[in-house]
């Protein structure tokens, strides 16, 4: 019989290390987060793995499982409490060891298995960890196997199980790099800034994109898991700058930064310029359904309004879907909808059939930007990004928030909106267009120019966006707007970054 988790227990005492701790606020809409060791202990792992093993028979999946784990200095350990647990209920685990998100799930398809369990705390901040799950590939868990597991794991309504195993799988991260580099090399002599930020992916987008013939400049490769210079998230300003300064120091053709687990991917053009990940996908989606007309796309609610107007996506026939923010949802429908590819602001790109298997892979990513760089041979990256219609957007902004509140703060922000658009309110001076709220709420004014405001999946924090396609001046008007509707909730707090 294993201990019912507790929410609450104090490091260094007899009670931590003998029972189970697990916070409740660690299960999030797509996948689990928790400050180690103060939201979970080691105990709490192996529960948590209980409770995922748990789940899989309930669901009547094929009990075979892969693992893996990032580079921090306590996912290993981490992840061998969690090994413990699905084996205690029942799972055949295979380990692939170190490894990159996208690596594992590689590995359900390869490997056949059905579920996964990648221990990563993506880009967040060092202190965190997390796991994101899967048991039908290649979707990860959505809310429902999520409030499934957390009442599994918080009640402790653990089934232990014989037969479960433990297979380690030696040199994985090779069959998964062959697999990438299977294709012909490019033909256009490409230099390319490979930024890692000392996470996991140093250990292999170099390698890789040398080996479809491009010649790499790496910053920040080396693996160091206190993250010496900044943390590894492509939408983080530090990062960006970062790899445009080593762009315009080597004069690369490109400059691809990778996350903490090697699922995202963001892009410096030849000049140095910062191209938000929702313009890349503007990019790409012009590039792919030139090769493949009348092609569906997929975008989360906090991408540039490009993807519905643009003339020259149009004139190919694309279609795009707008969706919930989120890699579990976009990765959800862009399988539900058969799309060719989904894209979101954050940097989580899914390709599905011919180009990739659904799941969110940044080093396959950053191929497709270099195979679009390699069939435009007479344009460079900045020509294909000022070849776009102009816009003027912000970058995602988090002002700070707690998990226990900030889903009723985001209920407010819609209800004031909903409140000023049936009384004729302006809002940044312009009647309210357009109301979306799929996921927060997405207000649109009358000339175009939007703002979005939601929560987020797997910080304490909540998510602004902004954008104008008239002026930097209304896309700031737009920003102050929204702002001070949210300062008007007390629990709001100060911005990660800000324009």
């Known amino acids: 019989m294993f201990p019912k988790p507790q929410a609450k227990l104090t490091p260094n005492t007899l009670a931590f290390e003998s029972l189970p701790l697990v916070k409740p606020t660690g299960f999030r809409e797509y996948d689990a987060r928790w400050m180690f060791p103060d939201g979970i202990n080691l105990m709490g792992v192996q529960a948590l793995g209980l409770g995922i093993g748990t789940l899989v028979h309930e669901m009547g999946v094929r009990p075979e499982i892969v693992t893996g784990h990032d580079f921090r200095g306590y996912s290993s350990s981490i992840k061998m409490a969690l090994v413990a647990g699905m084996m205690a209920a029942g799972l055949k685990v295979r380990d692939i060891g170190l490894a990159l998100s996208p690596m594992a799930y590689f590995g359900q398809f390869a490997l056949d298995c059905p579920c996964v369990a990648m221990v990563t705390a993506s880009h967040n901040d060092n202190g965190w960890t997390g796991v994101k799950m899967g048991a039908n590939r290649p979707m990860t868990f959505g809310p429902e196997e999520m409030g499934q597991l957390r009442d599994i794991v918080l009640g402790g309504n653990f089934k232990l199980r014989g037969g479960g195993s433990y297979e380690f799988v030696p040199d994985f991260p090779a069959r998964y790099l062959a697999d990438l580099a299977d294709r012909p090399k490019i033909r256009r002599k490409l230099k390319v800034v490979a930024a890692c930020g000392n996470g996991t992916a140093g250990a292999f987008a170099p390698a890789l994109l040398e080996a479809i013939g491009c010649e790499v400049v790496s910053l920040d490769c080396e693996l160091d898991h206190t993250f010496p210079r900044y943390n590894p998230n492509p939408e983080d300003m530090a990062m960006l700058h970062a790899i445009a300064e080593a762009v315009r120091e080597s004069g690369a053709d490109v400059g691809l930064g990778f996350d903490g687990d090697g699922d995202r991917c963001g892009v410096i053009d030849n000049e140095g310029q910062e191209i938000f990940a929702d313009k890349i996908g503007v990019m790409l989606a012009r590039d792919l359904s030139r090769l493949h007309p009348n092609a569906r796309f997929v975008v989360d609610v906090k991408s540039t309004g490009l993807f519905a107007s643009d003339p020259e996506l149009q004139a190919q026939g694309a279609v795009t879907d707008y969706w919930k923010t989120g890699h579990s949802y976009i990765k959800r429908r862009v399988n539900e909808l058969g799309a060719l590819a989904g894209f979101e602001k954050s940097g989580h790109f899914f390709f599905n059939a011919p ?101 987020s999946s797997n910080k304490p924090e909540l998510v602004v966006v902004v954008e104008s396609p008239v002026s930097e001046e209304r896309m700031r008007a737009m920003f102050k707007a929204v702002d001070g509707i949210l300062r008007e909730n007390t629990e709001v707090g100060a911005y990660n970054q800000t324009i």
């Open 355 to 455: 180009i990739g298997r659904g799941y969110d892979d940044g080093l396959l990513t950053a191929i497709a930007v270099v195979e679009m760089l390699d069939r435009n041979p007479d344009s460079t990256m900045a020509d294909l990004y000022r070849a776009l219609p102009k816009t003027w957007g912000t970058p995602t902004m988090s002002p700070k928030c707690a998990d226990e509140v900030k889903y009723g703060v985001v209920d407010r922000v819609i209800g004031r909106i909903h409140g000023m658009q049936a009384a004729g309110e302006l809002l940044a001076g312009q009647r309210i267009a357009d109301l979306v709220t799929v996921n927060g709420v997405r207000v649109t004014a009358e000339d175009g120019t939007w703002g979005l405001v939601r929560a």
